[in-house]
Nanobody, 116 residues
Framework: QLQLVESGGGLVQPGGSLRLSCAAS????????IGWFRQAPGKEREGVSS????????YYAESVKGRFTISRDNAKNTVYLQMNILQPEDTAVYYC?????????WGQGTQVTVSS
């Protein structure tokens, strides 16, 4: 059974950076397409970025394009989300999701707060 653990969240000032990690256990993460999602208070969960299992193709929401970068380190069984030029509207709980053949697994989330 795949288990995901996010880490790297915290409090950062506007314009700052954070790197989130999504570490997997139980199986090899490179078998899965991985997505990062976020949910702000009172809002629906939204997709932020993803990286496919087959060709490593990446996707970014328009709101984060040019600021966020998703990557995977198969040796560490971890997917990262590098977040730069953070803005208050990026404040949310960030979740990673692993998807393969219709089976989905979620992590518990990590809080990102952007505030001065």
């Amino acid at each position: 059974q795949l288990q995901l653990v996010e880490s790297g969240g915290g409090l950062v000032q506007p314009g700052g950076s954070l790197r989130l990690s999504c570490a997997a256990s139980g199986t090899t993460l490179n078998y899965y397409t991985i997505g990062w999602f976020r949910q702000a208070p009172g809002k629906e969960r939204e997709g932020v970025s993803s990286i496919s299992r087959d060709d490593g193709m990446t996707y970014y929401a328009e709101s984060v394009k040019g600021r966020f970068t998703i990557s995977r380190d198969n040796a560490k069984n971890t997917v990262y989300l590098q977040m730069n030029i953070l803005q208050p509207e990026d404040t949310a709980v960030y979740y990673c999701k692993a998807l393969r053949f219709g089976a989905a697994f979620w992590g518990q989330g990590t809080q990102v707060t952007v505030s001065s």
